[in-house]
């Protein structure tokens, strides 16, 4: 799942890569989304969601990786968000993240505890659920 998303940069090659499994590509802006539709349409598993990444209502534990890039500091109450996150993750589920406003430092007490961090990749800091 690709957390704000927008008009999907990351979100076809990330469907490119999952090839075998399912994208959610989750915005709350409906004009890129719009964009991302035209973009997508021949790509099969990409499911856009205009929600906020706050409420995105999937099944617990249903998810490999969550994506959040340079969006966390938009979301009104992040260390809620981060904890529902936490919860749609499967077991060793990754989340990927990066957010000059919120230091990557804080992902783990914002969790509750729940994610720890492994490695950073080029700026992006990989979190493994607890």
Sequence with gaps: MEIGCAIGYHTLPLARIASDGRVYAVDIWEEGL??????????????????????????????????????????????????RWVGLLREEGMLLYRDPAIPAERIPSLSGGKLRETDRIKGVSVFVRE
């Design 34 to 83: 719009t964009f991302l539709r035209r973009r997508a349409k021949s790509i099969e598993n990409i499911e856009i969601i205009c929600q906020s990444g706050a409420a995105v209502d999937l099944p617990p534990s249903s998810l490999d990786k969550v994506v959040c890039l340079d969006t966390l500091h938009d979301v009104p109450e992040p260390g809620s968000a981060i904890r």
